[in-house]
């Protein structure tokens, strides 16, 4: 079975752009030569921004990766689109080709500023994950001891992207943030990139109310391949990642779950995993545990594709806002 993917998370734009490595082939974790391995394949790319780590603005650092993401799509156009509206989405889908769809990692990068969304909307961006770890104009990461909420720019800021078409993402978000999210949004929200804390106590990772949340939102969860996110010792092999999304679907998860690699955003992978390459491997594991073949083809694609199939803006319109 060659299988169509689709990865709600990776980091590799800013391996790409601190290694000065290409996309079309390289030594990060994720590349299209790899990634043509598939029967298909959309990556969503993330602009990620830690505001403590950088020199610049954090605008002006996912300016940057957004350039450096684009001038790649452009110079591999005959092998990857960018996917900006719902039919960019379906003819990828159809053609069963390589797909990007672009994001941020941080909601800094507005600097409060919905003109600055807006800006970021037209450069393609079609997913935000309101924070990183630490507080910013939207609301508190995860790591803030304050726990804040969304703030009323971050509640402006969700109401507009979904009105624009821009998904919401609320890995790496405070718990309070999370259900302001719940209650304030009216389409499905993802967790891009967020495994089960029941198997691993990590405070990245999703409480079981939050998963049950998500599956009455109808919404997404990309399980995360960090080992220190997987298993408590750190010490996993891709038999933790099945566990994690063996747990998700006991909970009535079928229909949200699929992977959020965080691929060139990790310092480790589990055991038996490289890259892209092994996504392979995972799937071979998958049938092992017994997952069917429908079941397999749900979490790898056409979960993911049904929620962005909801969220993109129609190419008729796409320009008219
Ligand atoms: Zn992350």
Redesign the pocket.
């Known amino acids: 079975m060659k299988p169509q993917i689709f990865d709600l998370?990776c980091?590799t734009a800013l391996e790409m752009v601190l290694k000065e490595q290409p996309l079309k082939q390289n030594n990060l974790h994720l590349d299209l030569t790899r990634m043509e391995e598939y029967d298909g394949y959309i990556q969503v790319f993330?602009a990620?921004v830690d505001k403590k780590s950088i020199r610049v603005t954090p605008m002006e650092h996912c300016l940057s990766l957004l350039k450096k993401l684009h001038t790649e799509i452009e110079e591999n156009k005959e092998t990857i689109s960018l996917i900006r509206t719902v039919q960019d989405l379906e003819r990828v889908k159809e053609g069963k080709g390589l797909g990007a769809i672009l994001s941020l990692?941080g909601g800094e990068a507005l600097h409060g500023s919905l003109n600055a969304l807006w800006m970021y909307y037209q450069l393609g961006v079609r997913l935000i994950?309101l924070t990183?770890n630490w507080s910013n104009e939207l609301a508190d990461g995860i790591m803030e001891e304050r726990g804040g909420g969304l703030t009323d720019f971050g509640k402006q800021a969700v109401a507009m992207m979904e009105e624009l078409g821009i998904l919401v993402d609320v890995?790496?978000l405070s718990i309070k943030g999370f259900w302001d999210v719940a209650e304030v949004t009216q389409k499905p929200f993802v967790a891009s990139?967020s495994c089960v804390q029941a198997l691993c106590k990590h405070p990245r990772n999703l409480s079981d109310a939050q998963i049950d949340c998500l599956v009455a939102r109808r919404g997404g969860m990309g399980i995360n391949f960090f080992p220190e996110f997987l298993s408590d010792d750190g010490e996993c092999s891709i038999r933790q990642i099945l566990s994690h999304m063996e747990y998700v679907l006991e909970r009535g998860g079928e229909n949200i779950l699929g992977i959020g690699s965080?691929f060139d955003?990790v310092s480790a992978l589990p055991q038996g995993m490289q890259g892209v390459e092994d996504i392979h491997a995972l799937i071979l594991g998958m049938q092992r545990f017994g997952f069917s073949q429908k079941l397999i083809e749900k979490i790898l694609f056409d979960n993911f594709h049904r929620i962005f199939a909801e969220s993109l803006p129609d190419a008729r319109k796409v320009y008219a806002k």
């Open positions: 998370h980091d993330a990620f990692e994950t990183w890995s790496h990139h965080d955003g």
